[in-house]
């Protein structure tokens, strides 16, 4: 089995600002792979960035890196520079490779303020 | 890059009716096809796996009479709800793996909207 937890139901923060959003996971599973998605209130999933379990460096892409800590099982979304288009639903997710499947975390509304 | 595409984007129906939601992969072969379950301000649920030409392996909970899955071809599924109750209104994603890559890899449908008078 598998689980993410994200325990920010909501966060805001000032454009142009740095945010963290939060997420821990538990798995049996030796290999598998961290996912952050975006979700704006079309709902339209936007892939962000992805980090493996084997990846000896954190993932960046653009404004957003993955702090991924595999010891403390945790893959927090570093958002830099905020802007207003920012302001939407966010999910961590996982795939394990036994498992087969994307697990969900409950989500992050991230609100960015002018 | 991997188009997923999803059509109706928003259907209304009666109560008891049926409603056919169709996920297609536009530029690549999908083997295998995923459909969740969003409710409004909650996480996305995995309501079933569908692999092109088998039976779609179904999440515990969900009904699989209720929810019929298809996956005829290597580009399209079908997620058809059976007489159709408003507490069935929901948003529906699906997602689609490409026949190569890495296991992980999926692209995801922009979503259907269903509401059910």
């Known amino acids: 089995a598998q689980k993410i937890t994200q325990t920010q139901p909501g966060m805001f923060v000032q454009e142009k600002e740095a945010v963290t959003l939060d997420c821990t996971y538990d798995?049996?599973?030796?290999?598998?792979?961290l996912f952050w998605y975006k979700q704006p209130s079309s709902g339209e999933m936007i892939f962000l960035i992805y980090q493996g379990s084997y990846d000896q460096q954190n993932a960046t892409e653009g404004r957003y890196s993955l702090n991924f800590q595999k010891a403390r099982k945790s893959a927090n979304l570093v958002i830099s520079a905020s802007q207003l288009g920012d302001s939407a639903m966010y999910f961590c997710a996982m795939w394990g490779t036994s498992y087969g499947k994307l697990t969900f975390g409950q989500g992050t509304i991230l609100t960015v303020h002018p | 890059g991997a188009v997923v595409s999803q059509h109706p984007s928003w259907v209304i129906c009666k109560s008891g009716t049926s409603v056919k939601i169709e996920c297609r992969s536009l530029d690549f072969q999908a083997t295998t096809m995923f459909w969740y379950r969003q409710f409004p301000k909650q996480s996305l649920m995995l309501m079933a796996t569908?692999?092109?030409?088998?039976?779609?392996?179904?999440e515990q909970g969900v009904e699989k009479d209720k929810f019929l899955i298809n996956h005829a071809s290597l580009t399209l599924s079908t997620l058809t709800v059976t007489s159709a109750h408003p507490e069935d209104s929901s948003f529906y994603i699906c997602?689609?793996?490409?026949?190569?890559?890495?296991?992980?890899?999926?692209?995801f449908g922009p979503g259907t909207r269903l509401l059910v008078l």
């Open positions: 569908s692999n092109e030409g088998s039976k779609a392996t179904y």
């Open positions: 997602s689609a793996r490409p026949g190569t890559g890495g296991q992980e890899t999926q692209y």
């Open positions: 798995t049996s599973d030796p290999s598998y792979g």
